[in-house]
């Protein structure tokens, strides 16, 4: 598998690193337990002749030419992980750049994954119209604002199409690595993982921090801090929009086009939150945990935090012990 790195300027240097790593492992052990088979020809490439990362660290990169032919084009993270300093990195000359090389390698074939803020370039190129992917959680508001062609699912940590691959925050670099060795090999994959003490995740949904989306918008923020009084109480389309001094439907559209999802659902978030938190630190059984976030009995708690979190009560227990 022949593999382009782009590497473009101030990106995220732990999500360059971890995807180098990863794959240079998946070669050492492919060589001492499989015969060197299968092989990754990795090449970090940039659009520039000199590349600093994030922390100011020089990267060695190689000039794009003819002769250089990926099967896949990776674009790891910039380092920048607020609006403010995103939005004016992407209409950098380097970044318009890159987005027409993505281009002319997908239109030679080649298949482009991108994680965390990189996916962000793949949706500036117009890779993403029309089809499902996943972003950086935290950034999902402005993802959904400026890319509303694309099916964001930011709960998601991979999100596989037709033109490759998007996957989440941050150390999603290492479950986007390690996913690309598990099409060539799973075996290969196992051994990597295991050898990192990581595996593919599937969901980024217990690591979103409710508050941090709500923040995107002054209506939503007022209706988190709504709803976080009334949890106890449960959720009321009508008693939200009235408190917030706006209509019922108007709520609706504005949660839809920030978090991508419905009030209640958001609403739901902050249960799930609230439950994980009193799971964590309270010492108080299920159904008194299910009385704080408004329900009559820990069933059908356990049932939202195993469809949100795909855990039960005794797993979210353990995992934070």
Not at 39 to 45: A, E, K, L, R
Not at 83 to 106: E, F, G, S
Not at 142 to 162: A, N
Request: positive net charge; aromatic residues 6%; charged residues 20%.
């Amino acid at each position: 598998m022949r593999i382009a790195v782009l590497a473009l300027e101030g990106l995220f240097d732990t999500g360059l690193t971890v995807l180098l790593d990863a794959l240079s492992l998946a070669n050492k052990f492919a060589m001492v337990h499989m015969g060197g088979a299968p092989h990754f020809d990795v090449t970090v490439v940039g659009v520039r002749k000199k590349v600093r990362s994030g922390l100011g660290i020089t990267i060695p990169v190689k000039p794009i030419t003819e002769e250089l032919k990926p099967d896949w084009v990776i674009v790891p993270a910039l380092g920048a992980g607020s609006p403010d300093v995103l939005v004016p990195a992407l209409a950098r000359p380097d970044v318009r750049k890159a987005t027409k090389q993505l281009l002319a390698w997908r239109d030679a074939g080649a298949q482009i994954a991108a994680s965390c803020i990189g996916t962000f370039i793949l949706a500036e190129a117009g890779l993403l119209d029309g089809r499902e992917a996943t972003t950086t959680w935290w950034l999902a508001p402005l993802f959904r604002q400026r890319y509303p062609q694309v099916r964001l699912d930011e709960s998601r940590m991979l999100v596989p199409t037709d033109v490759g691959v998007t996957a989440g925050a941050a150390m999603g670099h290492l479950d986007l690595a390690l996913w690309l060795i598990r099409k060539a090999s799973p075996e290969l994959s196992n051994l990597v993982s295991r050898y990192l003490l990581a595996d593919i995740r599937s969901s980024q949904a217990p690591y979103i921090i409710p508050n941090h989306l709500a923040q995107a918008d002054p209506l939503i923020l007022k209706f988190e801090r709504w709803s976080r009084d009334q949890l106890k109480h449960g959720f009321s389309l009508d008693d939200a929009a009235s408190a917030l001094a706006t209509s019922p439907r108007s709520l609706q559209r504005r949660c839809q086009a920030v978090l991508g999802k419905s009030p209640l659902a958001y609403f739901q978030d902050l249960r799930v939150e609230r439950a994980q938190s009193l799971l964590h630190g309270s010492g108080m059984d299920i159904e008194a945990i299910a009385a704080e976030v408004g329900y009559e009995d820990g069933a059908t708690l356990r049932t939202l935090l195993r469809q949100r979190l795909g855990k039960g009560v005794r797993d979210l227990r353990a995992d934070l012990r």
